[in-house]
C-alpha cells in the first residue's frame, strides 16, 4: 500500500469569507484543525502550505511558505512537491483545509486506484476534484508547467496520466464540498447537527 505525504493547502487569502478562512470555527473546532484531524487519520507525513508563519497559530506540522503570491493552490503542489520528495514519498494528497467532509477513505481509495498513473482525481457529479487528488510527485513536470504560465491543478493535471475516480453520491451531501463564504460555513453547521 502507498504511504503518500498529506499536504493541507491554507495559504489562500478567503476573502469571500471575510479573511482568515482556515481559523473559521465549524461546529466548535476550527476548519483546518478538521483538516488536520483528517489528515493525520490518514498519513504519518503531513504538513501546511501557508502563505507565511503569521496565518495560522502554531501547529506540530512543517509548514511550507508558498513560493509565489497569488498563483492559487497549485503553489501548495510545488511545495508539497518539494516536501514529499524530502520525506522520501513518492505521492503526494493535496487537501484544502476548506473541505471538512472529506470521506475517511480517500487517501487508501486513490492510493489503490493511482497504480502506474500520474495522477488519481476524484469525480462526484461530473465535477473534478483536483484538490483531493493523489499525485505522483514530479517536480520537473510541474516546473516546466509553472515556466510556461500554468496556475490551473486541473489543467496541470491533464497534461500527466490522469486517472479519474468516479465517487458516488452521498445522501448526506457532497464529500467534497468546500467552504468558500459565510453561507456556505452556515449549510456546514446545518449538515453537522441536522435537525432531529
Known amino acids: 500500500m502507498l504511504s503518500p505525504a498529506i499536504v493541507i ?6 476573502q469571500r469569507m471575510g479573511g482568515n478562512k482556515p481559523l473559521r470555527s465549524l461546529g466548535g473546532k476550527s476548519l483546518l484543525d478538521r483538516a488536520i ?18 496565518q495560522v497559530s502554531a501547529q506540530d ?8 503570491p497569488d498563483i492559487g493552490p ?27 467532509f472529506l470521506p475517511v477513505t480517500l487517501a487508501e481509495t486513490l492510493a489503490q486506484a493511482i497504480a502506474g498513473h500520474d495522477v488519481a482525481m476524484p469525480v462526484i457529479n461530473n465535477q473534478y476534484q483536483p484538490l483531493a487528488a493523489l499525485w505522483r510527485v514530479d517536480e520537473p513536470a510541474l516546473k516546466a508547467y509553472l515556466l510556461a504560465g ?21 445522501p448526506g451531501g457532497d ?13 456546514a453547521e446545518q449538515r453537522l447537527s441536522p435537525p432531529a
Open 74 to 100: 497549485i503553489s501548495a503542489l510545488e511545495t508539497g512537491f518539494r516536501f514529499a520528495c524530502e520525506q522520501g514519498r513518492l505521492h503526494l494528497l493535496l487537501i484544502g483545509c476548506d473541505q471538512p
Open 9 to 14: 493547502a491554507a495559504g489562500g487569502a478567503g
Open 37 to 54: 484531524s483528517f489528515a493525520t487519520t490518514q498519513s504519518d507525513c503531513v504538513a501546511l502550505a501557508v502563505r507565511d508563519c503569521n
Open 150 to 170: 500554468g496556475m490551473s491543478l486541473r489543467r496541470f493535471a491533464v497534461t500527466r496520466d490522469l486517472i479519474d475516480i468516479v465517487w458516488p453520491l452521498s
Open 61 to 68: 506540522l512543517p509548514l511550507l511558505f508558498d513560493a509565489g
Open 175 to 187: 464529500p467534497f464540498d468546500n467552504l468558500n463564504d459565510p453561507e456556505a460555513l452556515s449549510a
